[in-house]
């Protein structure tokens, strides 16, 4: 009887486990969809879609494109009022900056030392504090990953605050210099970077074909997913035409790939399987499978290039 009783858990629990990950991925697609629809609410009010962050006080040469006030802000505090979070908004204070960051890794990457001056205190304003509070609405529920960052170093907000993660993020490019985006060919442009103040009208290949939003998981090895309150050291956002869906090997490097960790900051990915979630420009949320090409992913990350792809 016994043997029985374990022959059916063991045929069953694969089913359990299959519904409960669909759950976990509806979850994680009407997140999603609450960030396509904040978009354009924001849109509406302000005729202009929000940046993904502005003014870093830890970005490359900064001689050249770096803010002379430094606040280190994420654009997702922007879409808080549009996601049923007004009171976590409420006390974002903005005279002040998201983290105290300002120099990035230089033992890779000088210079990143801030020429500009700090707006604020985030410790004093509450800032850093609030940084460390979770929200479901930024969490995808297959994900077990660690929830935050560490709290000190050049991803924390401030020392003793490490924020809390988001699994989504902005479609930006991956370039860590100075308002990166200026730099590029216009055509390369993808919706969101440093101090964008970019319009639908600026969507040249239509809202439909241009992605907005990506997910990644929780656990990077080169770098650090993203806290939602603040732009820490490559917390630039996610780059889907940069770089492969689910890219979690690295050659003499990382050993024994894992799922959930993923190769480097700015990849999407997810632990659905086999792709991973998108909101496109016009707020409709797609499954992205991780064997779609380069070229076409690429695509549909820049928002004027003038190619319109099929959708995978």
């Not at 490359?60 to 979070?85: A, C, D, H, T």
């Not at 401030?158 to 055509?187: H, L, M, V």
């Not at 799922?259 to 499954?287: E, I, M």
Request: charged letters at 15%.
């Amino acid at each position: 009887m016994i043997a029985i009783i374990g022959v059916l858990i063991a045929l069953l629990l694969p089913a359990v486990q299959a519904a409960r990950e669909a759950a976990r991925r509806m979850q994680c697609t009407n997140n999603m969809k609450q960030l396509g629809l904040a978009l354009h609410n924001y849109h509406a009010a302000h005729q202009k879609f929000p940046f993904a962050g502005a003014d870093y006080g830890w970005c490359r040469y900064p001689e050249f494109r770096g803010s002379k006030e430094i606040r280190n802000w994420n654009g997702l505090v922007f879409l808080l009022p549009y996601l049923e979070q007004q009171t976590i908004y409420d006390q974002f204070d903005q005279k002040h900056a998201g983290s105290n960051v300002m120099v990035g890794n230089n033992s890779c990457c000088s210079p990143t030392d801030s020429l500009g001056h700090l707006v604020g205190d985030p410790v004093t304003s509450g800032n850093a504090k609030l940084s460390t509070q979770v929200l479901e609405i930024f969490l995808c529920p297959s994900d077990m990953g660690d929830i935050f960052v560490p709290e000190v170093g050049l991803y924390a907000a401030a020392n003793g605050f490490g924020g809390a993660k988001s699994n989504y993020d902005f479609s930006t490019a991956p370039g860590y210099e100075c308002k990166d985006w200026q730099q590029q060919p216009e055509r390369t442009w993808r919706m969101f970077g440093e101090n964008t103040e970019f319009r639908d009208k600026n969507v040249l290949d239509g809202l439909s074909q241009t992605l907005a939003f990506a997910e990644r998981t929780r656990t990077i090895h080169n770098g650090m997913a993203s806290a939602w309150a603040y732009r820490g050291w490559v917390m630039v956002g996610i780059d889907v035409g940069a770089y492969p869906i689910n890219w979690t090997t690295w050659p003499g490097v990382i050993m024994d790939p894992n799922p959930a960790q993923l190769r480097t900051y700015a990849c999407a990915g997810s632990l659905h399987g086999n792709g991973a979630n998108a909101v496109f420009a016009d707020g409709s949320v797609h499954f992205l499978n991780e064997d779609t090409e380069q070229s076409i992913l690429e695509s549909l990350s820049a928002m004027a290039d003038g190619e319109v792809v099929q959708l995978p």
